[in-house]
């Protein structure tokens, strides 16, 4: 499919149009030329000044506002491979990558070029450039990239004359075009910024707006009933969806990676101007005659004098009442077997877990419908080994910051 540049012709004052490939035969087309005389020349960032410099930088330019194209990185795939070989996941978080649009240069002969340089930042997440070269018939020109000693050639008037072609680079890296010694070399540039890969956008996606979703008004309505969540009331919503929560990476990736319905209830709790958590809830009963949970610590209605920092679940425990489990944090958890739980009998596995509260979970939907995930695995030996197992099911919890 050719590439079509559309800009506002100066002198016409009307749209214009090229389309490329150029042909070999072609290179005195007008509408090439048309393009030659309406853009400006391309000047430099020098000590935070536009600088222009034939000695530094002898080419042309169109500003990204005063041209479109039908060109997209996107559909080309470049964005993929730029995505997957510059910004590997960290952590196993795996990150998005923009392109924005930034310039329309022409290195034309004679000595059209750019000196080495490295390009000025638009802001803190770009990580680097892309170069996208226009077929159009030249010699010479290559990009020439440089990091630490190693240097790449790009020398796209050989490579694939006919084709678009691009690199992709760090912005720390120094780089180059070397004079262009016949016809007009027309590469479009872009700005590659870091962003939250998709999957990784609950609590930072500005896109959504959570209140044109039917499930808002009925939560703010309970929400902002007189009293209600006075006292230390927590919302709960057990996740609809299966995650891996208790295992490796997963547990990383929430609240973020919330899929479908649950990342909508997170993002209307946050609207709501509630702190909002996601919390492994323990998939077991408390017996009522378990000693431990008898103390007076533990009974209800115990004001909690702990700081009010609720994202620090774990200061704050309160009742036994609800008899929720909650882990202060996702975490996976692997043991073997410890003598001490089996004598500490459901406080010793609660405490082996980790930290854990008990609060008084007004459960929105019914907690029993959330997929559970293995919380805890650990060998227990009687008179056979076994492995055992407890569950937890990721939550939704939503209280008064
Ligand atoms: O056109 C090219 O190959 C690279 C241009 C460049 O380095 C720049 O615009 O900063
Ligand atoms: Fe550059």
Not at 223 to 238: A, F, H, K, S, T
Not at 300 to 313: I, T
């Amino acid at each position: 499919m050719p590439v079509t540049i559309r800009w506002d012709g100066v002198q016409t004052g009307t749209v214009q149009k090229t389309a490329f490939p150029i042909s070999p035969t072609d290179t005195a087309a007008a509408s090439l030329n048309a393009l030659i005389n309406s853009c400006q020349p391309a000047t430099f960032g020098l000590g935070g000044q536009d600088v222009y410099d034939e000695n530094y930088r002898k080419a042309i330019k169109l500003d990204e506002e005063s041209f479109s194209t039908n060109f997209d990185p996107h559909s080309a795939g470049m964005i993929d491979v730029i995505g997957q070989v510059l910004l590997p996941a960290v952590n196993d978080r795996a990150r998005g990558v923009q392109a924005e649009l930034y310039k329309l240069n022409i290195y034309s002969a004679p000595s059209g070029m750019f000196h080495a340089h490295v390009d000025t930042p638009r802001s803190e997440s770009q990580f680097g450039s892309l170069v996208v070269c226009l077929p159009c018939p030249h010699q010479d020109g290559a990009l020439v990239v440089r990091h630490k000693g190693d240097e790449m050639k790009f020398d796209w008037a050989v490579s694939s004359p006919g084709q678009v072609q691009w690199a992709a680079f760090y912005g720390d890296c120094e780089h180059e075009v070397l004079e262009v010694t016949s016809g007009h070399r027309v590469t479009l540039t872009y700005n590659l910024y870091a962003t939250r890969g998709n999957g990784l956008l609950a609590g930072e996606c500005n896109i959504l707006d959570p209140k044109q979703l039917p499930l808002y008004t009925a939560l703010k309505q309970l929400v902002e009933l007189p009293g209600y969540m006075e006292n230390g009331r927590q919302l709960g919503i057990g996740c609809e969806h299966f995650y891996a929560h208790a295992q490796g990476p997963m547990v990383h990736q929430l609240p973020e990676s919330l899929k479908g319905s649950d990342m909508a209830v997170y993002e209307i709790f946050r609207a709501l101007g509630l702190a909002t958590v996601v919390r492994p809830i323990l998939d077991m009963q408390i017996d009522d005659d378990d000693e431990y949970y008898q103390r007076d610590d533990y009974s209800d209605n115990k004001d909690d004098d702990s700081d009010d920092d609720d994202n620090d679940v774990a200061d704050e425990r309160e009742t036994v009442q609800g008899k929720d489990i909650v882990g202060t944090n996702l975490h996976s958890f692997k043991a073997d077997y410890n003598e001490e739980w089996d004598q500490g009998g459901q406080k010793g596995t609660v405490d082996a877990w980790g930290e854990h509260i008990f609060r008084k979970i007004t459960w929105i939907n019914r907690l029993m419908e959330s997929k559970k995930d293995t919380a805890m695995a650990y060998l227990a030996y009687g008179n056979q080994a076994e492995m055992g197992l407890n569950y937890s099911r990721a939550a939704i919890i939503a209280f008064k910051p």
